[in-house]
């Protein structure tokens, strides 16, 4: 029984035309299917007449979305982590009362709040005593943690390599403004993962005093927690999604070549130094409880490597009380009552120079390069240097005399600005730029030098075609072939491409596959 592709309507056999709607009829083989066109005429509902209903999709996050997810898992984990154990282990509970908390949810958003100092954001601190006319002191505590901050980008970086090698194997390489896009979508949600750590953190916490209660308020900084790590993430997915964009434009911009050249030598250099600084620091601590009495915890273990690092380099640490209060001082070339085993500290800023000049050395850089790499490297030792500074900023909401609770200043660590410029500069210069040329001339290497550049030559002016030769006797006129008329081509075959173009979609690696 033949049935109306129209109507839907059935028609007894041998019908030609529909007997509800006048159209011809067909009888389509089983298991054919028909598209509905929506130019079916009014009637009856077509029951039965085989068309396509469209289900209806709901909205789906796209791919760059699901990566930036996939990426963060690790690094967020990595925080949570890193406060469970602290709020867990004796790490600087004798140090202060506010940390002196068994394991529980308030010494975890405790250590939470500590741990997301990683991001340079300030931990906030306001103490009152509830009932009295006792003054309500704010503070701010600057520190970064880098054992956290360091394994935060590691973890990002990993994640985001491993999903950029993954991404090689059935997309093509993002342009640079798919890897910008991609970059945003990661720092935003890495702002937002942020937010909701320090929203978390923040809590009451109550001490008991002598005589009176002591109300403790803590958490970080929201807005500088939320900006920094949205940049952070934004830095890390930026760099390893535009590589490839930074690499070609790198090969039109001679000092951009430099500069990431400089950069793969630095990096390994300071990333090798940060691995020995933490691993000395750690034996030092668990071997003496008075090398770093400002900063025990073993969180700041890195800190206290890199405490070594610029007292070994020559720089001068300056330890001050509250409001500029006692100053003290510890360098090199004076270490006072500080003892002199720490002149062993000079072996790491050396170790670190001959490691960059054997790289350079290695790597057989050009002057040009040597120069960048000296200027790279000293940026990067002495920002280092300087976000290993502790200090606090404290305020009184009124001139009360304080009751039923004593405050005891704390000491803040931090560096003098010039001696760690020249410090860094004098090192670095040794590293980058006489140590190589010691060893290219022990081993005989010259310095490669960069050939100059070629000058500019004229077109060509146009050759006027040759007259065609007469024919030869006995040769027909479709044998003749004029000078210059012919042109050999080498047939050969398009080499395969390493990787799907995705129909030219320059955003084809982050966006959603099509369904069905």
Known sequence: MPICQSCGAASPDPAVTCANCGRPVAAPAIGDVVEDTGTAAAGPSPWGAGRVHHPRELPVLSRGWLTAGRVLIAPTALLVLAAVIGAGSDDGRAGSEIFATAWSAEGFQTWLALVLTAFGTPLRMVMSAPGTRADTISSDSHLIMYVVALGWLLALWGGQHLTARARRRTAAEPTAAAAGLQALRTGALSAALALLLGLLAGHDADTGGKSAELKVELGPALLPLALSAGLAAAVVV???????????????????????????????????????????????????????????????????????????????????????????????????????????????????????????HRGRLGRRDRAVLAGLYAVLTAALLLGTSIW?????????????????????????????????????????????????????????????????????????????????????????????????????????????????????????????
């Open 238 to 360: 930026l760099a390893v999604d535009g590589a490839p964009a930074l690499r070609a434009e790198a090969a039109r911009r001679g000092w951009l070549g430099s500069l990431l050249l400089a950069w793969q030598h630095a990096s390994r250099v300071v990333g090798g130094l940060l691995v020995l600084l933490t691993a000395v620091a750690l034996v030092v601590q668990l071997s003496s409880d008075t090398a770093f009495p400002d900063s025990g915890s073993l969180g700041l273990v890195t800190n206290n490597g890199l405490l070594l690092h610029g007292v070994g380099s020559g720089a001068t640490l300056l330890s001050a009380g509250a409001f500029g209060l006692g100053h003290r001082s510890m360098s090199l070339f004076d270490l006072g009552g500080h003892g002199s085993g720490w002149w062993c500290a000079v072996l790491l800023p050396l170790a670190a120079a001959l490691a960059l000049g054997w790289s350079a």
């Open 392 to 516: 606090a900023a404290q305020s009184r909401s009124s001139a009360a005399q304080v009751g039923g609770f004593s405050l005891r200043d704390r000491d803040a660590l931090g560096w003098s600005l010039p001696s760690v410029l020249v410090a860094c500069a004098l090192w670095a210069l040794l590293g980058a730029l006489v140590v190589p040329a010691v060893l290219d001339a022990v081993r005989g290497t010259s310095v490669p030098v960069p050939a100059p550049a070629a000058p500019a030559v004229p077109p060509a002016p146009p050759v006027p075609p040759m007259p065609a030769a007469p024919p030869l006797p006995g040769q027909t006129v479709t044998d003749t072939l004029a000078h210059g008329s012919v042109e050999l081509v080498v047939d050969v075959p398009p080499a395969a491409a390493a990787v799907a173009d995705q129909g030219g979609d320059p955003h084809a690696a982050y966006r959603r596959p099509d369904a069905g």
